[in-house]
């Protein structure tokens, strides 16, 4: 096995109840798809954060929801680093676990790529 020479450290984790609250109650940008929902609020850490909620009544075998973590993590590892930083929650939809591997990165690249989209519009019309 092959190691990859970007982790997925402690700071790139939300780690607390806290941290996935300001998520959830400061959500500033959205992204939707019928089998996951990615939400965000700009950070002030150096970088990206990810929170993953994989409900076991959507995703009920504990084999594929630990999947889902894997390659959700490793999608979100190897993001290029952009402005702004943003605290990012994965939730995902039922139908989740029908998904293999290489569907899932392809929604996760369309979802973060719209995701990326939206924050942009939303720093500009606040802008002064």
């Not at 939400?39 to 959507?58: D, S």
């Amino acid at each position: 096995m092959v190691q990859s020479d970007c982790h997925f450290s402690k700071r790139s984790r939300l780690l607390n109840a806290g941290d996935y609250q300001r998520v959830f109650n400061d959500v500033k940008v959205k992204a939707g798809h019928k089998h996951l929902l990615l939400l965000a609020t700009y950070n002030q850490e150096p970088g990206h954060r990810l929170g993953l909620v994989i409900a076991k009544r959507n995703v009920r075998l504990a084999v594929q929801r630990n999947r889902i973590k894997r390659v959700a993590r490793e999608f979100f590892r190897h993001l290029p680093a952009s402005q702004p930083p943003m605290d990012v929650i994965l939730l995902a939809r039922q139908g989740m676990d029908c998904l293999d591997n290489d569907q899932l990165s392809t929604i996760l690249r369309q979802q973060w790529q719209k995701l990326s989209r939206n924050a942009s519009r939303s720093l500009e019309s606040h802008d002064p």
